[in-house]
Structure formats: structure tokens, C-alpha cells
């Protein structure tokens, strides 16, 4: 069972910048590919950004388009998530997750709360 642990979340005001990372517990962890997703309170889990492990192909919500990067570091199985110019909106639990093929999420990590004040 491949664990993922999510770190990085926190408080910060609007326009400020995080820097989310997820590290899979897996030696030989090798998905096809990583991806993030965020779900605010009351709200369905929504997807953020994604990156394939092998190419790092990247593909973003319209939502977080030019101010979000998704990364990874194969030899540290650690996937980032630099955050700019942070809006109230982006306030969510941003979750990681791993999949096997382009469209599946078999492991999910439990989450990092991300909070943006106006």
C-alpha cells in the first residue's frame, strides 16, 4: 500500500505564496501520474493540477492557470505544488493523489488545509 503525505498548508493573506509537496512512502513508487485536487467546506473535491511521472506533462485547472506549478522530483517521490498570488477562493483541504493510468486516483493522501484570508 503506497502512502502519500501531504505538508506545506497553512495560513497566509491574499496575494502571498505557498509551497505544498507530497512524498510517497514507496521506494519504488512509479505512477503514471501525480495529481492535486482541493475541496472547500460544503464542496465536492475539485481538481487541481496534475503532472505525469515519467514525462512531467502538466495540466492545470482554468482556476489556478498561471498561478499554480505543479512539480515533482522522481528520486525524492516527492510531487510539489507552488501556490502564487493566492486568492480567498483557493481556501480548500488540497489532497495529493496517485494514479496508474491517466484517468484513476488510487492512493490519496489525507490532506493539507490551505487558508487564505482577504
Known amino acids: 500500500q503506497v502512502q502519500l503525505l501531504e505538508s506545506g498548508g497553512g495560513l497566509v493573506q491574499a496575494g502571498g505564496s505557498l509551497r505544498l509537496s507530497c512524498v510517497a512512502s514507496e521506494r519504488t513508487f512509479s505512477p503514471y501520474r501525480m495529481a492535486w485536487f482541493r475541496q472547500a467546506p460544503d464542496k465536492e473535491r475539485e481538481f487541481v493540477a496534475s503532472i505525469t511521472w515519467s514525462s512531467g506533462s502538466t495540466y492545470y485547472a482554468d482556476s489556478v492557470k498561471g498561478r499554480f506549478t505543479i512539480s515533482r522530483d522522481n528520486a525524492k517521490n516527492t510531487m510539489y505544488l507552488q501556490m502564487n498570488s493566492l486568492k480567498p477562493e483557493d481556501t480548500a483541504v488540497y489532497y495529493c493523489?496517485?494514479?496508474?493510468?491517466?484517468?484513476?486516483?488510487?492512493?490519496w493522501g489525507q490532506g493539507t488545509q490551505v487558508t487564505v484570508s482577504p
Open positions: 493523489a496517485a494514479g496508474s493510468a491517466v484517468y484513476r486516483n488510487d492512493y
